[in-house]
C-alpha cells in the first residue's frame, strides 16, 4: 500500500526503515508543511495499515507533494502480512527445464536475514 502525505512541504522525519513492522495508526514519519526549518507545522504521517515497511522511496529532508495532489509522492509502500507475494526470478538456461509448476522453492530476503520462506513455483515463462 502506497502511503502519502496529508500536506504537501518537506519530510522532516523517518522513524522506520525497510523491513520495520507497523501497527495501523503508528507515526511513521513527519512533513514539515511551511518547508521553513525555523517555523514548523507538523503533519504527522500514519501508517494505515498493520504490516511491514517495504519501501521509503523519499529521504529525509526531500520536498513531496500531498495526497490530492496531481502528482502526490509516495512517502512509504507498507505491505499487509497477508499479501501474496509475487517474485520473479532469473533462472540460467542450464536450469530452466528443471522449474515445473508447482515445484516448492525457498526465498531469501534482505529485510530478513538468516530467514528462508516457503514458497511454490505458480508459473514459468520467457518474459
Do not use: H, W
Amino acid at each position: 500500500m502506497a502511503v502519502q502525505g496529508a500536506a504537501s512541504g518537506i519530510l522532516d522525519s523517518i522513524f522506520v526503515k525497510p523491513g520495520d513492522k507497523v501497527s495501523q495508526g503508528d507515526v511513521i514519519g513527519k512533513i514539515n508543511k511551511s518547508g521553513n526549518p525555523f517555523a514548523k507545522e507538523d503533519v504527522p504521517v500514519y501508517s494505515p495499515i498493520d504490516g511491514i515497511v517495504a519501501a521509503c522511496p523519499v529521504s529525509q529532508g526531500g520536498a513531496i507533494l500531498g495526497r490530492g495532489t496531481p502528482a502526490a509522492t509516495t512517502l512509504f509502500t507498507i505491505t499487509s502480512m497477508t499479501d501474496t507475494l509475487l517474485v520473479s526470478a532469473p533462472v540460467g538456461e542450464l536450469d530452466i527445464g528443471k522449474i515445473k509448476e508447482g515445484l516448492e522453492a525457498r526465498i531469501t530476503f534482505q529485510a530478513y536475514p538468516g530467514r528462508n520462506f516457503a514458497s511454490q513455483v505458480k508459473s514459468r515463462c520467457s518474459c
